[in-house]
Nanobody, 118 residues
Framework: VQLVESGGGSVQAGGSLTLSCEASVQIRRRFCMAWFREAPGKEREGVAQIDVAGETSYLNSVRGRFTISQDNGENILYLRMDKLTIEDSGMYYC?????????????WGQGTQVNVSS
């Protein structure tokens, strides 16, 4: 499984971005998909997850601002990010695994950078 992220960039605090992750295979109902982020000097953390049943979960600090979803074509994962803060800056990665195993996921993209400025 190959994953390619896109959509990162620079935005002012309070703005929005939508990240995309295109998979080389069908992911809907087959893989647990997740978005992670890593900021300089910090550990990689899970941001949002969608399991094979379509159930979503979020990091507390992004709940209500970020939305994870999949397209109907079944191979693209999205992360809509609203009301961005400086603390949301970092490299964002998508990951896939047959089970929801967090950082132990088998497949990872190369990441897309998000920079939020004041």
């Amino acid at each position: 499984v190959q994953l390619v992220e896109s959509g990162g960039g620079s935005v002012q605090a309070g703005g929005s971005l939508t990240l995309s992750c295109e998979a080389s295979v069908q992911i809907r109902r087959r893989f647990c998909m997740a978005w992670f982020r890593e900021a300089p000097g910090k550990e990689r953390e899970g941001v949002a997850q969608i399991d094979v049943a379509g159930e979503t979960s979020y990091l507390n600090s992004v709940r209500g601002r970020f939305t994870i979803s999949q397209d109907n074509g079944e191979n693209i994962l999205y992360l809509r990010m609203d009301k961005l803060t400086i603390e949301d800056s970092g490299m964002y990665y998508c990951a896939a695994d047959r089970r929801c195993v967090g950082l132990g996921s088998d497949y990872w993209g190369q990441g897309t950078q998000v920079n939020v400025s004041s």
